[in-house]
């Protein structure tokens, strides 16, 4: 596993190759000092096309930020790397769960370290709404603030119908995250602290680790809370998307796991 510190970590100018690669252009990044103990966790597989905007959208407000680059075929981990993260780098694809693991594995071992955060890499995510959930893990004493698609009855939820019933019927069959009062289980933005970070250990490499993070959330008694989150779906994000097999399979993994916890 290759492990690379952003460039000029300590500035808040960082130059960049300009479009020719002749020149460098020096770009301002301002960062909130509210925020110097949150690290951002961001799991990535061929995402190279996006994932310099999706890193300097979340430095634009948290200064840390580290990208799990899972086995990518393209430049994932070098855009990402350029963009100011910490590059941490597998050399297969282990899937999902593996690559979250690997990211709140080097963040909690970073000095000062003490909220953490999953983001997603393909630009579905909002740092507006990271931001309002790490106030709510303070306000409200969570140890996990979970984001959802379907928890604010005033908001028309955007996601696409298909998807809404697979998911709705996921979280529906999962007995833990009905016990803990979770209405969208496979959200992969969450927010959590040191508690959680430390005893993590997700062994589900793929996307069964959604379930797996709920019940460990529901055996170690973590405090739970959901926040109302919007999901950006764009055609890019929407081709990269989970297949309806996958779908069938989350729904499948929940009732299987479901009747293994009576």
């Not at 479009?19 to 990044?29: P, Q, R």
């Not at 594995?105 to 709404?129: I, N």
């Not at 959680?196 to 739970?224: K, P, Q």
Request: glycine share 8%; with cysteine.
């Amino acid at each position: 596993m290759k492990q690379e510190a952003p460039r000029q970590r300590h500035s808040r100018r960082e130059s960049r190759p300009s479009k020719a690669g002749s020149a460098s252009t020096c770009i301002l990044i301002c960062i909130d000092t509210r925020y110097h103990d949150v690290w951002i966790i961001v799991p990535a597989f061929n995402e190279a096309s996006v994932i310099g905007d999706v890193i300097a959208d979340v430095r634009s407000v948290f200064d840390h930020v580290v990208c799990v680059d899972d086995g990518s075929r393209d430049d994932t981990g070098d855009m990402a790397w350029r963009a100011g993260a910490h590059a941490v780098r597998h050399p297969v694809n282990l899937g999902q769960g593996a690559a979250i693991q690997t990211g709140v594995e080097y963040a909690r071992a970073q000095p000062g370290a003490a909220v953490f955060a999953t983001f997603d890499a393909d630009g579905q995510h909002q740092v507006k709404d990271v931001v309002r959930m790490i106030d709510r893990l303070s306000s409200e004493d969570a140890d996990l603030v979970v984001g959802t698609r379907f928890a604010d009855p005033g908001v028309v939820s955007r996601t696409p119908l298909l998807k809404r019933l697979v998911l709705r019927s996921a979280a529906a069959l999962s007995r833990r995250s009905r016990k803990l009062g979770l209405t969208d289980v496979h959200n992969g933005l969450r927010v959590f602290n040191k508690t959680v970070a430390d005893t993590l250990n997700l062994t589900m490499s793929g996307m069964s680790h959604a379930d797996e993070f709920i019940t460990l959330a529901y055996e170690n008694h973590w405090r739970v809370a959901e926040e109302p989150v919007e999901i950006l779906y764009t055609e890019y994000s929407m081709s990269k998307g989970q297949p309806l097999l996958n779908g069938v399979n989350i729904i499948f993994d929940g009732w299987l796991r479901g009747r293994m916890s009576r």
